[in-house]
């Protein structure tokens, strides 16, 4: 091992000097003005470059193990590890002669402003200690490779310039990870720098007390001088620094382990109590609870806090009543508190006497805090981040403790701003997490349970690893005809950008099926729809229509996996074999659809391929269970979804979001379904009605009578005047609902016109408008159909 060598016996000035992200001098010590020349008032906001015009290496000497580094190197940034070298300094700088500077180079990074720490000493004044030819360089070691690691250690902060308790604390951390500074000679002795060039205060002290007790076993009495007292003094200020920084660090390992906002509030809570003090109070802005922004600029009277965590170590109950946790309150104009709130810095009141007690107290209504606060010291904490007050913490000492000083105040504040910015983070995680729910929740359709002649399940689990927002969807979608377009579909991808797209595709595809397009002909239209939208997104989509009263599914396919069909009748469930696609926005690919019978009581189950697929596992693994539990009996739509999930989604590796929809199609008898070819006349308007009076007596609903005749008479009037054939259809079909159709061959959709008083047209579809429950219209291969719907009761049996 090294040797630990003897330190100079002169006193060499050390120079330390700071430079910011800007490369300019933040800090400049007497020992710089010392080596360097100009004054610290010269050199602070100089380019760091001017000031310490060093060349490279000298030959003679060589940098620290034999690399080439030029000091210059650092201060242009262009180097992101430490390094030591010797070199000479430009006669330019003062009027000194030339001299041979050793210098180490700590990059520094952090949330500060300094960049760059370099350290410089004189080496003609080492070398003069030294034995002819001895060689002397600079370089870096582990400081536990010394006796004394701990003084070494707790003494660097003598070295660096005068800075708050957390950026002296940082840069510490930074330099014994990266290397303690040395000084190597060349008989393989290495000496640590410290404040006075290896012989430190705290050394010299000892030697002079330990020669003292020397002289005390002789009986010849040493006399105390000042020093022992000044050297005293500065034992109890170096423990007390001590003691900070360990607790400070203590406190940075204890916080931070969790993004979620409360465990962090009582990490922080728990942290101070009862090391730091007896009492603390957390509260937070009303908004950064509930995860959401709030209006810029500084809190005031009406700004509401929200107290969300108390830890003290009075009497169990004896803060409870008057302050309970989870109560919001604005706090007066007149006290420390709002102080602390709006100028974001901390408030020391080192005891509040009776007086100032019923002071405080009195700002407060319908309660008494002074037997909380009184005789007390107090010391209010924000807790801001980006400048910005987000909290603050009301701490408290019993008077049996000694009371809060202006040490404590920076401890505090120190405490504070690191406390301030894990609830930042916690509090950004929070409200991102509820921006993505919210836009997610929105974008996922709201589903009917219940559709004509069929039931609809649905699930959505979000991404495990990557979010709540991703690009699944489902949807369904009520048709003419009481048929319903089920719609499953994933754009590649996750995040924002995929689950605008999939809100983008999810608007075209409702608006599609509103116009009863052919299934295959809606995903070649979706699919030239994404290539015009210019997004380089990919995206799987499968179309269903169910027709209750025809008994049949016809599907279309753009790359998705494919659906379940569970049979009612012997409970055999397979993967429907449709024609699989290209996915949307591959473009110039056909698509082929498939009509599939169903029979009532058979199920449907589409879901992404989030549900069935496992990093490292096929795919066919995932859809045999699929269809494994698919077929699963089950009690309940909602139990057969949960029984899915159940099999499936606690399988490892799952990082993906799952959109599934199930759907029971029980189907529409034909005992619920009339329907009757008018003659384009006329007459048979009254025909019409009399058919429909007559339709809702068989099933029961003649309190639907007025409503349905004249609203049927209103359509099938409109369909004789303006019908190019000879034929006017007439339908009724009654499931959860009473559906009338009048089908006509006319393609012209009827609009909703204003009419006057006098005015001869534009009636009709007000009355059905003021009467149905919905209406609407759709083009057929044929003309148009114009529908309506009124409630009924859901058929039993």
């Known amino acids: 091992m090294h040797g630990t060598g003897q330190a100079p016996q002169g006193r060499v000035p050390l120079a330390v000097i700071v430079v910011d992200q800007a490369g300019s001098v933040s800090h400049w010590s007497t020992g710089a003005r010392r080596l360097f020349g100009p004054s610290r008032e010269d050199a602070v906001g100089r380019p760091a470059a001017d000031l310490l015009p060093v060349t490279g290496a000298l030959p003679e000497y060589g940098p620290y193990e034999g690399g080439e580094h030029d000091l210059e190197d650092f201060l242009d940034g262009r180097s992101s590890y430490p390094a030591a070298g010797r070199a000479r300094l430009d006669s330019s700088v003062g009027a000194r002669d030339r001299i041979d500077v050793l210098w180490w180079a700590y990059p520094l990074v952090g949330p500060g402003p300094e960049r ?5 000493a004189d080496a003609r004044r080492l070398s003069e200690e030294e034995p002819e030819g001895e060689r002397i360089a600079p370089g870096f070691a582990l400081h536990t490779d010394f006796p004394g690691a701990d003084d070494l250690a707790h003494g660097l902060p003598a070295i660096l310039p005068s800075m708050s308790v957390g950026e002296s604390a940082r840069i510490v951390s930074q ?55 000044a050297d005293d003094a500065e034992d109890i200020e170096y423990a007390a620094v001590r003691e900070r920084l360990e607790f400070l660090n203590e406190v940075s390992g204890r916080i931070g382990s969790s993004l979620d906002l409360s465990r962090t509030i009582i990490e922080v809570s728990r942290a101070v109590v009862p090391r730091f003090t007896d009492v603390a109070g957390t509260y937070l802005r009303e908004q950064v609870v509930a995860g959401e922004g709030f209006p810029e600029g500084p809190p005031d009277a009406t700004t509401m806090w929200h107290r969300v965590a108390l830890e003290h170590t009075d009497e169990p109950g004896r803060w409870d009543d008057v302050v309970p946790v989870g109560e919001s309150m604005p706090f007066p104009v007149h006290t420390p508190f709002f102080q602390c709130m709006t100028s974001g810095d901390p408030v020391l009141v080192p005891y509040i006497s009776e ?145 605008a797209m999939m809100g983008q595709l999810r608007t075209a595809v409702q608006t599609m099926a509103a116009l009863d397009l052919p299934p295959a002909q809606l995903l070649r239209n979706l699919d030239d729809l994404a290539q015009r939208l210019g997004e380089h997104y990919l995206a799987t989509c499968l179309y269903a229509v169910y027709d209750p009263i025809a008994g049949e599914l016809h599907l279309a396919n753009a790359g998705h996996i494919p659906p379940v069909i569970v049979r009612a009748a012997d409970g055999r469930s397979d993967l429907l074999d449709l024609p699989t696609g290209a996915p949307i926005g591959v473009g110039g690919v056909p698509f082929e659809s498939v009509r599939v019978p169903v029979a009532p009581g058979d199920r449907l189950v589409m879901c992404t391929d989030g549900l069935v697929e496992v990093r490292g596992e096929d795919i066919g693994v995932g859809l045999a269970t699929l269809c494994e539990s698919a077929a699963h009996p089950a009690a309940s739509m909602d139990d057969a979804c949960d029984t899915i999930i159940r099999s499936l989604g606690t399988r490892g590796g799952r990082k993906d979001d799952v959109a599934l929809l199930m759907v029971r199609m029980s189907g529409i008898e034909g005992d619920d379904v009339a329907h009757w070819e008018l003659a384009a006349e ?73 009419a006057g008083p006098g005015d001869e047209f534009g009636r009709g579809l007000r009355v059905v408008t003021h009467l149905a429950r919905e209406w609407g219209t759709s083009r057929t291969a044929h003309g148009k159909t114009v529908w309506f719907e009124l409630t009924a009761p859901r058929r039993r049996g």
């Open 355 to 499: 007086e100032m007690g019923n002071a405080i107290a009195s700002q407060f209504e319908k309660r008494d805090i002074r037997p909380l606060i009184t005789h007390r010291s107090m010391l209010v904490v924000p807790l801001k981040a980006r400048n910005v007050v987000l909290g603050f913490m009301i701490l408290l000492r019993h008077q049996e403790r000694p009371v809060f000083n202006d040490m404590d105040r920076v401890t505090g504040a120190e405490l504070a701003a690191r406390a301030g910015l894990v609830l930042d983070n916690a509090r950004m995680y929070t409200y991102q997490e509820s921006v993505a729910e919210t836009l997610q929740d929105s974008m996922l359709p709201h589903i009917e349970p219940h559709m004509p002649g069929c039931d609809i399940a649905t699930r959505y689990l979000p991404g495990t690893l990557l979010g709540r927002v991703g690009g699944d969807w489902f949807d369904s979608i009520k048709l003419p005809g009481a048929r319903t377009a089920l719609v499953v579909g994933d754009v590649m991808g996750h995040g924002l950008n995929s689950a």
């Open 175 to 229: 330099i014994l990870e990266l290397g303690y500074p040395v000084l190597e000679f060349s008989q393989h002795d290495r000496v640590p720098v410290t404040a006075d060039w290896g012989v430190s205060r705290r050394s010299e002290r000892k030697a002079r007390r330990a020669e003292t007790a020397r002289a005390g076993t002789t009986g010849v009495p040493s006399p105390r001088s000042p020093l022992d007292d």
């Open 682 to 754: 006329p007459a048979e308007v009254g025909r019409a009605r009399a058919l429909v009076r007559e339709q809702l007596a068989d099933w029961g609903l003649l309190h639907l009578e007025y409503a349905t005749e004249l609203m049927v008479s209103e359509l099938v009037t409109n369909a004789v005047r303006h019908a190019r054939g000879e034929r006017v259809h007439l339908r009724l079909v009654r499931s959860g609902s009473l559906l009338c159709e009048v089908e006509d061959t006319e393609h012209t959709l009827p609009n909703l016109l204003s």
């Open 116 to 120: 760059l720490l370099v350290l410089a």
